[in-house]
């Protein structure tokens, strides 16, 4: 026999499901904000900026990567992090104050779908005009295209 309440049980259930829903969603952005305000000691950013989740768990990565080679000790820079080993500029132990390096370029790199969604429509525009070829088109030259992009062979897809 049928429940005569089972509307006003799932009104209930969809009730309680949506706050619990909100109250995860809350904790999460804490925690984030609590992240990224550990990261004060890089002057450009700050709580006023809003930095994207995912640019703080790959900057969260980075850093715990970072603390683990001075913890280590192996790995040996030259000043500016990018230089080559010198006599101008003999290699020294990397420092905690490098990484604001390492996130100015995590900052400045450009994660942009918009870069890769133009290439790919350039690789996909080329694939198409060379009808059932495998082999890519004479005016193709290697450096204008990804590494990513592999000519397949007709029996394989890369």
Request: charged share 25%; hydrophobic share 30%; with cysteine.
């Amino acid at each position: 026999m049928p429940s005569k309440y089972p509307k006003i049980v799932s009104e209930a259930k969809k009730i309680a499901s949506r706050n619990k829903e909100k109250k995860r969603n809350v904790d999460m952005n804490q925690a984030f904000n609590a992240l990224q305000s550990s990261f004060t000691s890089i002057p450009f950013i700050t709580r006023k900026k809003k930095v994207p989740k995912v640019t703080i768990l790959r900057l969260s990565i980075k850093y715990i990567q970072h603390i683990q080679k001075v913890l280590n000790g192996e790995l040996h820079v030259s000043e500016g992090l990018r230089c080559q080993p010198s006599p101008h500029y003999p290699p020294r132990p990397i420092k905690l104050e490098d990484f604001e390096i390492v996130a100015a370029e995590e900052l400045n790199e450009k994660h942009s779908y918009t870069n890769r969604l133009h290439e790919d429509e350039e690789y996909n525009t080329l694939i198409n005009s060379t009808s059932t070829s495998a082999s890519p088109p004479s005016s193709c030259n290697d450096e204008n295209y990804p590494s990513s992009h592999k000519w397949a062979s007709p029996t394989t897809f890369n």
